[in-house]
């Protein structure tokens, strides 16, 4: 079984393709962008099981087949914003499973670069699946979509299910309902295998910088270095979120695509909301560090979701998925990814 993820380079595509490496069943292609960094291949590369496929420049099926390695991660270089690109991975990689994770999947950043955000995950998209389409293709493809989706909810409409109405906050929101549409009028349409998780917040090891879980971890961790002073800049604390483990959410990916309906959408979360500022807390509880809070304009939203809360009963009794991993121990490992980080550019 030949697996393509897109977004390899990215925390939920490099945890997914750690995972698939315990598989004997799955050869594991990944996709990056010229400019990516590989610092979240590390393990993988630690472990001698990444292939970079040095000399493959653009790929045709006989070469790629002589330059991948069973076992191994094998990482090609390709821009979903460029349709020749795509097409042409598509046909060389011949996949029987995608697993579409590429985004612009910074909500702050939308609101900075919104053209880019609806180009980069919208067009992105289209071209992933045009490049499907003309190789006549038929793999089952689980589309990445977010809890960002249903935007303004109201008290009375928790826990989130699926029949909830969108009412988008954010251009990113924006770009993952485009996603989700598209999904569903392919499905319609050539009878594409799509099934899109809704997925909510989830974090751990390698989550970006810029997002409030690991931009408190790892400004924890620059105060225990000596770094900064022990002072943790905040926006908006009181927003609740559902916050789910990557490693138990990318396992919900795989599962998705051998259990899930095609055409349909599926709620992946942990069915329990958080407060931003309670999260902080955990977050703080794991250093012997004195260290106070103080709120910075620039990480205040034009608009923001107050409460995420996901019902993911619909995807539990389809696949028989449940999180393994407590909140307080993701937050633990999130703490200590960013020290050994910090550790490693003394």
Not at 282 to 293: D, E, Q, R
Not at 328 to 339: A, G, I, Q, S, V
Request: proline content about 5%; hydrophobic content about 40%.
């Amino acid at each position: 079984m030949r697996v393509l993820i897109t977004g390899l380079t990215g925390m939920a595509g490099s945890h997914l393709a750690e995972a698939l490496l315990d598989r004997e069943d799955v050869e594991i292609f990944g996709t990056m962008r010229w400019r990516s960094r590989l610092d979240n291949l590390d393990d993988i590369a630690a472990c001698g099981r990444l292939n970079t496929m040095e000399g493959l420049q653009i790929p045709d099926a006989a070469a790629l087949d002589r330059h991948s390695r069973p076992g191994m991660v094998n990482v090609l270089e390709c821009d979903l914003l460029d349709p020749t690109s795509t097409s042409q991975l598509v046909a060389a990689v011949r996949p029987d499973r995608v697993f579409h994770l590429a985004a612009q999947s910074f909500v702050p950043t939308s609101w900075h670069a919104p053209a880019h955000t609806i180009q980069t995950n919208v067009i992105g998209q289209l071209n992933l699946f045009e490049g499907i389409r003309r190789a006549g293709l038929q793999p089952l493809i689980q589309i990445a979509g977010s809890s960002e989706q249903y935007g303004m909810v109201n008290e009375d409409e928790v826990p989130i299910r699926e029949s909830n109405p969108f009412r988008p906050l954010s251009p990113y929101a924006v770009s993952k309902i485009g996603q989700e549409t598209m999904a569903y009028q392919y499905h319609k349409s050539y009878g594409f295998h799509t099934v899109v998780t809704r997925g909510f917040n989830h974090t751990g090891p390698r989550r970006g910088q810029v997002l409030a879980t690991s931009s408190f971890a790892k400004q924890i961790a620059e105060i225990e270095a000596g770094l900064r002073e022990p002072v943790i800049d905040v926006g908006d604390l009181t927003s609740k979120r559902d916050w789910t483990d990557v490693r138990d959410m990318v396992r919900g990916y795989w599962l998705a695509l051998d259990h899930c309906a095609p055409g349909e959408a599926y709620n992946i979360g942990s069915d329990h909301a958080i407060a931003v500022g309670e999260m902080l807390d955990i977050l703080l509880g794991h250093s012997t560090k004195s260290i106070s809070k103080r709120v910075d304009p620039n990480r205040l939203r034009p608009s923001d979701v107050k409460l995420l809360w996901g019902d993911s009963s619909k995807f539990r009794a389809a696949t028989g998925w449940a999180p393994t991993i407590p909140f307080e121990k993701t937050m633990e490992d999130l703490l200590n990814y960013w020290r050994e980080r910090l550790g490693r550019q003394k």
